[in-house]
């Protein structure tokens, strides 16, 4: 196996035991996409024709407000996957933009792969069921912060869950994330470095 297939196999791994053959075959269902830093992977009226798995690099996945403001609903990183699972399984448009932050490789699995691969090898249903139930935990946790946390509470759990992230990220992207103005997060940022 190639050492650039490690990382998503890993990944897998975690939650399924997959013999070498099968290792194989889920890498041959997969498609090597780059994206350079500012390119788009995704944009609104999409329809999402891949879930994604980060290799290397950094994207964020946010939409846009009727003034054109943008929202960031997460930044991903290596061994992490996105991409719009709700477009991806009903082929309605997105809502979302997904953008490299970083010159970013990921790999893609295309909507008939991924049935085929359900076909193939069934244990896969189980990987992605878990996938996808983290990801809807992660997102109520999220939702939850944004209602009962003060934006310096938000800001330092975001600092604290994802020290990986927080310093490859601008401030302006992060003032996006934690749904405040770049100028309270710069604020913000200075008061907790001071304590």
Same mark, same amino acid.
């Given at each position: 196996?190639?050492h650039? %297939?490690q990382l998503?196999? /890993?990944?897998?791994?975690? +939650? ?6 099968e290792?194989q075959?889920?890498?041959?269902l997969?498609?090597d996409?780059?994206?350079k830093k500012?390119? +788009?992977?995704?944009? !609104?009226?999409?329809? !999402?024709?891949?879930?994604? *798995?980060i290799?290397?690099g950094?994207?964020k996945v946010?939409t ?6 943008? %929202?960031i ?5 290596? /061994?992490?996957?996105?991409? /719009?699972?709700a477009s991806?399984?009903?082929?309605e448009?997105?809502?979302? *933009? @997904?953008?490299?932050?970083? /010159?970013?490789?990921?790999?893609? @699995?295309?909507? !008939?792969?991924?049935?085929l691969l ?8 189980? *990987? ?5 139930q983290?990801?809807?935990?992660s ?5 939850? %912060?944004g209602?009962?946390?003060?934006a310096e509470e938000?800001y330092?759990? +975001?600092?604290?869950?994802?020290p ?10 992060l003032a996006?994330? @934690?749904?405040?103005?770049?100028? *309270? ?7 907790v470095?001071?304590?």
């Open positions: 196996m190639e650039s %297939h998503i196999i /890993d990944n897998v791994s975690r +939650f399924i035991d997959l013999t070498e053959l290792k075959k889920y890498i041959s997969l498609t996409i780059k994206v500012k390119g +788009f992977l995704m944009q !609104a009226g999409d329809i !999402a024709t891949y879930e994604y *798995f290799k290397k950094c994207l946010y846009l407000d009727e003034g054109g403001a943008p %929202h609903s997460m930044f991903a990183v290596e /061994d992490y996957w996105t991409g /719009d699972m991806f399984m009903t082929k448009p997105t809502r979302y *933009f @997904i953008k490299a932050t970083e /010159d970013s490789e990921l790999l893609g @699995i295309s909507r !008939a792969n991924y049935d359900f076909q193939e090898i069934p244990k896969f249903e189980r *990987f992605y069921r878990i996938l996808y983290r990801s809807l935990i997102y109520i946790r999220r939702s939850n %912060h209602i009962s946390l003060t938000r330092i759990a +975001f600092k604290t869950k994802y990986n992230i927080i310093n490859r990220v601008t401030q302006k992207d996006a994330y @934690i749904g405040i103005t770049p100028e *309270f997060m710069s604020k913000i940022i200075s008061k470095n001071r304590i």
